[in-house]
């Protein structure tokens, strides 16, 4: 129903930036919140950001707060992770979602859709 394609990851060096973009079709984008998660090498899939449908209100992980922003072109269907002062510890498959576009808490939104990733390397 909604496909979304993950870009722009690659390999950076420690204390670089880098910014992800996500492209949404197939549905409505501007009715869904959306989000940025992340997995790493044997660990857990975890929640990185997320903006409501609106683009007015954003929650970040602690881990990324102050260095990661995510904004929204609903105008173009797209959505984009900044990051900026990347550190080894953010290598991961960074994966865009869509979810619901209402609830208390954007990190635990039930996310319907899920793009197939993009790698990001942070090296040393």
């Known amino acids: 129903q909604v496909q979304l394609v993950e870009s722009g990851g690659g390999l950076v060096q420690a204390g670089g930036s880098l910014r992800l973009s996500c492209a949404a079709s197939?549905?409505?984008?501007?009715?869904?919140?959306m989000g940025w998660f992340r997995q790493a090498p044997g660990k857990e899939r975890e929640f990185v950001a997320a903006v409501s449908w609106s683009g007015r209100i954003a929650d970040y992980a602690d881990s990324v707060k102050g260095r990661f922003t995510i904004s929204r072109d609903n105008a173009e269907n797209l959505v984009y992770l900044e990051m900026n002062s990347l550190n080894l510890e953010d290598t991961a498959v960074y994966y865009c979602a869509a979810g619901s576009a209402y609830g208390s808490s954007l990190a635990n939104r039930h996310y319907y859709f899920w793009g197939p990733g993009t790698q990001v390397t942070v090296s040393s």
């Open positions: 197939g549905g409505t984008f501007s009715s869904y919140a």
